[in-house]
């Protein structure tokens, strides 16, 4: 090997990511949704330069470019009208600005484990196949709930200017001016796309913990945190909801956060909030 490449084993991807995230805390907020495929990129690439294995880190690279083809943003901006100006200035502080950029980088260090696990078994095995299609079926779905969220607040923007259900959209005048929607995977979860961006991370760590034939290592710490923000932000936004709109409550109740209703609670369907709209003299 070139005494390039030979330089190359003396840095540590892990560590010049770390640093690359502090570096970039005060700008994390215009880049955040592409860092997790930055740091991805930077362990595949790493690990070609030294001539390692890359089958592994280069899964997860394409998973990681997967999920950004989402909507993320959109989500993003709902959270910032709900919060308000305030809100927002307090989440800058005490998040964005600070251990966002970091967090970020912690989530993504179970693919320094992995890189490191070639060393143990550089080609995939049957369990790497398994846990990484399984991300990606996930992907799809977060997509799917994503897209629905988005079709929803199309139609409901639509329905505000011209007083009609457009057409084809599948929702009808109940649902589209309510405030929040409750079909397709919305129906069984209220909040299918964070359940299953969590489930991305968690398999991710899962991966880390078989490739490196260890049953937990330091990398949960980015994975826990990650789902700290959602146990914190998720509730919030919830209560914001509830406020607004007198059937949340009822949504709430009937339909799990996270965990599916088909396991936990009971789906929600058009006739249930009929129902209860009128119970509440058609206010929504």
């Known amino acids: 090997m070139s005494t390039a490449s030979g330089h190359l084993h003396l840095t540590n991807p892990a560590i010049s990511g770390l640093a690359f995230a502090i570096a970039l805390m005060l700008q994390v907020d215009r880049v955040w949704s592409l860092l997790p495929t930055v740091y991805h990129a930077h362990y595949a690439l790493w690990a070609r330069l030294n001539g390692m294995d890359t089958q592994k880190v280069d899964n997860v690279l394409a998973f990681s470019v997967d999920t950004r083809l989402g909507s993320e943003d959109y989500r993003w901006n709902i959270i910032k009208d709900k919060i308000g100006a305030f809100g927002l200035f307090i ?5 964005i600005s600070s251990v966002q950029s970091v967090l970020l980088w ?30 990606i079926a996930l992907v799809i779905l977060e997509f799917f709930a994503d897209n629905q969220m988005w ?21 009808t005048v109940l649902s589209s001016t309510g405030g929040f929607i409750t079909t397709g995977l919305w129906r ?34 980015g994975v826990a945190g990650y789902m700290l923000v959602f146990a914190g932000s998720t509730p919030l936004t919830e209560r914001i909801s509830a406020g607004k709109y007198p059937d949340y409550k ?23 909030m009929e129902k209860s709209s009128k119970v509440n003299g058609g206010k929504r």
């Open 151 to 171: 079709n929803y607040q199309q139609a409901k923007k639509q329905y505000q200017k011209t007083a009609q259900v457009p057409k084809g959209s599948g929702f």
């Open 250 to 272: 009822v949504y709430q109740q009937r339909v799990g956060r996270f965990i599916p209703s088909l396991f936990f609670g009971k789906s929600w369907d058009e006739a249930e």
């Open 106 to 135: 912690a989530v993504t260090a179970p693919a320094y484990i992995l890189l490191l696990s070639t060393r143990l078994s550089p080609s995939m095995q049957t369990p790497d196949y398994v846990i990484s299609r399984a991300m």
């Open 91 to 95: 989440l800058n502080i005490v998040f």
């Open 188 to 221: 069984f979860s209220r909040h299918p796309n964070f359940a299953a961006e969590q489930a991305i991370w968690l398999c991710l760590y899962a991966w880390g913990c078989v490739a490196s034939e260890t049953y937990f290592n330091w990398s949960v710490a």
